[in-house]
């Protein structure tokens, strides 16, 4: 599988964005598309993944309320859309995807993936 990221960019507290991220080679009764970040200095963490079969959701307390994953299955993209963006949500977003067989609901650690799309970085000014 093949990721592509996109939009990012600079923005105010308070502001939104939407993330793209295009994928090829997909299996959709599969795959699973998360998106995660990485701030400098820190780990990279769970944002939200999305099941393409089935659209089911889930998020990581953080961004709960705020952001909102979603799936073109006709396009092969995934989406977050961030609202009410804070500068601690300052970081470069990643794409990724599981293909993987697995019995778990989540799937949150970056090892749970192996295909990922080469980042986006997102900058929200105070």
């Known amino acids: 599988v093949q990721l592509q990221a996109s939009g990012g960019g600079l923005v105010q507290a308070g502001g939104s964005l939407r993330l793209s991220c295009q994928a090829s080679?997909?299996?959709?009764?599969?795959?699973?598309a998360g998106w995660f970040r990485q701030a400098p200095g820190k780990e990279r963490e769970f944002v939200a993944h999305i099941r393409w079969s089935s659209g089911t959701t889930y998020y990581s307390d953080l961004v709960k309320g705020r952001f909102t994953i979603s799936r073109d299955n006709a396009k092969a993209t995934v989406f977050l859309q961030m609202n009410d963006l804070q500068p601690d949500d300052t970081a470069v977003y990643y794409c990724a995807s599981r293909s993987k067989y697995g019995t778990a609901v989540i799937y949150r650690r970056p090892h749970d993936y192996e295909d990922w799309g080469q980042g986006t970085l997102v900058t929200v000014s105070s």
């Open positions: 080679g997909l299996t959709f009764s599969r795959h699973i």
